[in-house]
T-cell receptor, first 114, second 109 residues
């Protein structure tokens, strides 16, 4: 399975600011995914990020609020823009394995917006 | 996407088998059933997946009914470290995973 790291692991931010979360994987992968997990809730898919193309966003998520970059096959960033307390969540990235069968998740970034 | 239904919580005695049910009555013929678990404050961990046949690996067994409308994840000898939220997911053809609410399993000493 792939080894995935995320930076930062946690952060406390002021409303109105933006935070960029990094996701690094130890092998080349085609598909990466970003999820949000609000307090006490399950995971919600934000978007799918393929290298060399624009990210595909799920219903309820827009590029202006959650811009995503995917510059190469081992790295992606998710920016949470113009944050409000409602954005306080755990943000997780995941990658699809080379056989396209399953996903492996990073440890998550815990964000608190004051 | 096929929706899944799981009991919100279950208890299991340490050392006993934990049987976690999942209903997915609207599953399509080419959709797989996946199980993940999330231990508090960690990213979800892949457990097992299957299409029609029963599957077993070092972590668990997956039993899928013949009509594929339900499945059961079996942890043969539950330990305290198996306390987690277990998610049953039906994977669509677009490779995305859509998580339901899961079952919170508590293993009791």
């Amino acid at each position: 399975s792939a080894v995935i790291s995320q930076k930062p692991s946690r952060d406390i931010c002021q409303r109105g600011t933006s935070l960029t979360i990094q996701c690094q994987v130890d092998s080349q992968v085609t598909m990466m995914f970003w999820y949000r997990q609000q307090p006490g809730q399950s995971l919600t898919l934000i978007a799918t990020a393929n290298q060399g193309s624009e990210a595909t966003y799920e219903s309820g998520f827009v590029i202006d609020k959650f811009p995503i970059s995917r510059p190469n096959l081992t790295f992606s960033t998710l920016t949470v823009s113009n944050m409000s307390p409602e954005d306080s969540s755990i943000y997780l990235c995941s990658v699809e394995d080379t056989r396209g069968e399953t996903q492996y998740f990073g440890p998550g970034t815990r964000l608190l917006v004051l | 996407d096929a929706k899944t239904t799981q009991p919100p919580s279950m208890d299991c005695a340490e050392g006993r088998a934990a049987n976690l049910p999942c209903n997915h009555s609207t599953i399509s013929g080419n959709e797989y059933v996946y199980w993940y678990r999330q231990i508090h404050s960690q990213g979800p961990q892949y457990i097992i997946h299957g299409l029609k046949n029963n599957e077993t690996n070092e972590m668990a067994s997956l039993i899928i009914t013949e009509d594929r409308k339900s499945s059961t994840l079996i942890l043969p000898h539950a330990t305290l470290r198996d306390t987690a939220v277990y998610y049953c997911i039906v994977k669509n053809t677009g490779n995305q995973f859509y998580f339901g609410t899961g079952t919170s399993l508590t293993v009791i000493p």
